[in-house]
C-alpha cells in the first residue's frame, strides 16, 4: 500500500525544546523517521516521504511547503479513487512491522490509530470523500468525517501506534522500546532510564 | 480466567490530587474500576478485587493489605501451577472486553501489556516461577524476570491497556475513548476536553 509520511525537515519536534538543541531536535528527527521508513518497509508499504524541505532518507521524498492538513488533503485528492492511502507520523518511534501491518491489513473504508491526547497519529483511506485535519482532537473530527461521508470507520488499538514522540516525557518511551536508530541516538546523547519517583522518565547525564 | 484487579480502597489516586479533592478521587477510581469489572464481565473473565480495605462492587472483594507486588505474589504462589491468573489493573478505562480478551486469549508463559512510561498494567502467568515487582520500571523487569525463569514471554500491544488514568493529563484520554462510568463521572464534575494549545487536555469549568 501506498503509504504518505510526513515531516517537518525545516524545524522538527519543537516541543523537545527544553531537552535538545535545534541541530540535535533534527538529527533525532531524522533517526525516527528513518526507523519508521525502516519498519514500513518490513512491513511491504510503499512508503513516500511528504516533507516540507529537501532531506536525504532511504525513502522517496515530495517537497510540498503547505500547512500538514493540506498537503496530506492534496494527496488524498490526487490518488485514484479505488487507491488506498495510509499516512503515517514520522515520530512514531514504536512502530513495528506488526503494528503497522495490522494498521495497513485492517478492513474499512477509514482506518484510524489514535494518538494519545486525541491525535491521529496513523490511518488508511480507501474511499473519496474523506478529508484530514490534523488540528486540535483530530481522532473525534476524523470519526465523525467519516460517519458524516458514510463511510465505514475502524480503529485499530495499539499502544506502539500511539505513541508519538513529541514532548520531553515522551522520550523515556524510545529508550525503553524502541531497538533502532532513535533509541541509539538518545543514548550516544547521554540518555538513560530514570526510575525512583511516580512516573520513569528519560534523564540526560 | 481468573483476573486480579488491585485497588487502593484508603487513598486512591493521588496524584490526581492536583485536580480532584479525596472524596472526588475516591468516587472516580471507583467509577474506573466499575468500567473495568464491567469490560473483564464482558470478556467472560472471573475478577476478584484485591483490595487494602473493604469495598462494595460488582466482583468479589479480598481485602489484603500488604504493599501491592506482595499481595499480588502471594495470590500467584497460593493458586495451583496449572492455573493461569492475570492481573488487571483497576485504572484502565479504556479497556473494553475485545482489547482485554486479546490479553487473556495470547498464548504465553507470561504475557505482558505495557503501560506508558515502562510500567505492567495487565499481565498473564500461566507457569510458575515468576514474581511481580510493580516499582519503577517494572515492565523491563518483567521482561527480564519471565526471561531469567526460562519462560515464554509475549507481550500485547494495546493503547486501551497502555493508558492508566493516573495523572491530571491522562484525564483527557477517558473523555475521548471511555464511554462508561468514569467519562460520566468527570462530564458530572464540569470536565470537558480542550483543545487549543499543543496537546488537548481535560479541562473543568
Redesign the interface.
Given at each position: 500500500m501506498d503509504v504518505l509520511v510526513p515531516f517537518d525537515a525545516r524545524s522538527p519536534k519543537q516541543?523537545l525544546g527544553p531537552e535538545l538543541d535545534a541541530n540535535e531536535r533534527r538529527e533525532f528527527a531524522e533517526a525516527m523517521l528513518a526507523d519508521v521508513l525502516d519498519a514500513l518497509d518490513a512491513s511491504g508499504a510503499d512508503a513516500t516521504v511528504l516533507s516540507t524541505a529537501p532531506l536525504g532518507c532511504s525513502a522517496p521524498v515530495v517537497v510540498d511547503e503547505r500547512p500538514l492538513s493540506e498537503a496530506v488533503n492534496a494527496r488524498l485528492d490526487a490518488r485514484p479513487v479505488e487507491t488506498p492511502l495510509a499516512v503515517v507520523m514520522a515520530d512514531l518511534a514504536l512502530a513495528?512491522p506488526?503494528?503497522l501491518s495490522a494498521l495497513l491489513d485492517r478492513e474499512g473504508d477509514v482506518v484510524l490509530?489514535?494518538g494519545?491526547?486525541?491525535?491521529t497519529n496513523a490511518l488508511v483511506v480507501r474511499a473519496s470523500g474523506f478529508r484530514v485535519d490534523y488540528?486540535?482532537?483530530s481522532?473525534?473530527d476524523h470519526r465523525l468525517a467519516a460517519d458524516a461521508a458514510g463511510l465505514d470507520l475502524a480503529e485499530v488499538?495499539?499502544?506502539?501506534?500511539?505513541?508519538d514522540i513529541?514532548?520531553p516525557t515522551d522520550l523515556?518511551?524510545v529508550l525503553?522500546?524502541n531497538e533502532g536508530r532513535a533509541s541509539a541516538w538518545l543514548r550516544d546523547a547521554g540518555y538513560r532510564?530514570h526510575?525512583?519517583d511516580?512516573?520513569?522518565?528519560a534523564e540526560r547525564r
Open positions: 516541543r513495528t506488526v503494528a490509530a489514535a494519545r491526547g486525541g491525535g488540528h486540535g482532537a481522532l473525534r488499538d495499539s499502544f506502539q501506534l500511539s505513541t513529541d514532548e523515556v518511551e525503553l522500546h532510564v526510575t525512583g511516580s512516573r520513569v522518565r
